[in-house]
């Protein structure tokens, strides 16, 4: 079949766009025709700003989170609880458990997680930072707030093992049935672990089911 | 609430890319975040591939399709009859028809369709032009490929119209069931159609179901 392309030009951007994580080469070609119909002023806009983001991106110091100042917003916040940390993957996890309203303490943002097939080991991530963070004192809990899966489990007992020399206490994120999900569909093993890991019921038990 | 995002640098590129077509805002971070890890030379290629279509871009003078050459591949390929005109509205849909391997003419891309409420009206399309081709002479049929939508069809009319002084046929691509579509779940008005245009059926029919 020949190059269905019409241009290079065209065919280079749509192959920039497919890189990217979802991005199947239709929707690269929708989204590239896209911004040619847009004034140049407006694509140059869109580089530039990539482009700014990706020169002047600054991570806080403290948590590691991306940050515009030294030490980020949440870090600095002296109505935070500073002996609560809870380790989290990526900048996308601090917002959505900001979102919930449910969590008063800090940050400690790894940047990924340990994944020997993507090549990502302990030395990739901010563990030891982590550790250092603990080893300063003042830490009660460390709440590890990974993703449920293979990689998260690793990385969870990985951290868990680096800080049991010290005095903190290491807590896990709840596992169970989602809200809003019927039992009827729930996988097996988050079956069996919402039974094992069950809590008290009583009146002041929270309903938070529609 | 606050501002979920914990830098503005981030927040901007997250606005540039839920700009695009069909990218959300939660789609927009999870992209920013994938080129974020990118080395720098990949972001600035990124970058620069598509700067580089906006600014070198260029629009076959026949057929007015993107091309890298004055008259594109398609409109100086001498083995595809130049007597018949298909009428698409872009670049995706001359690809889409290119595919099917079914259409030896050369094209004609409008660039759009008209669309009052969108402000795109026949000045703002390549009709003119159109109007040129069949003036010129030579040209025995123009097929028109638009969607089959309000728009498609205002866009059709107001083409048939400006054709009719000419000597040309004038024909449309058919609308009916699509093929692997069951009647029982096809739209009345594409079923009602598919009726009034039926094709003689005969042995040499070909099935193209499954």
């Known amino acids: 079949m020949n190059n269905p392309y019409p241009s290079t ?22 989204l590239v025709l ?10 140059n806009h869109f580089t530039e700003t990539l482009l700014k983001l990706k020169k002047e991106v600054n991570y806080c110091t403290c948590c590691h989170n991306i940050s515009d100042t030294e030490i980020c917003a949440i870090c600095a916040d002296k109505s935070r609880d500073p002996s609560v940390i809870c380790v989290v993957e990526n900048v ?5 458990i900001e979102r919930t ?11 990924g997680i340990i994944s020997p097939i993507d090549g990502i080991g302990p030395s990739d991530l901010e563990i030891a930072s982590l550790e250092e963070r603990v080893k300063a004192g ?6 590890l707030a990974l993703s449920a899966t293979m990689e998260g489990d690793t990385t969870n007992f990985y951290i868990y093992r680096k800080l049991t020399p010290y005095q903190v ?19 097996e093993v988050t079956l069996g672990r919402s039974i094992q890991n069950r809590t008290p019921f009583n009146e002041s038990y929270k309903l938070v089911t529609k």
Chains 1, 2 share one sequence.
């Open 9 to 30: 030009l065209l065919e280079n951007a749509v192959n920039e766009f497919a890189k990217l994580p979802g991005i199947g080469r239709k929707s690269a070609l929708r």
């Open 34 to 43: 896209h911004l040619l119909r847009q004034d140049e002023k407006n694509v």
């Open 92 to 96: 996308k996890e601090v917002m959505a």
């Open 101 to 111: 309203v449910q969590f008063g303490g800090l940050y400690h943002v790894l940047g």
């Open 138 to 143: 003042d830490i009660k809990e460390v709440i």
């Open 169 to 187: 206490k290491v807590s896990i994120i709840a596992r169970g049935v989602s809200i809003g999900d019927e039992i009827e569909y729930a996988d």
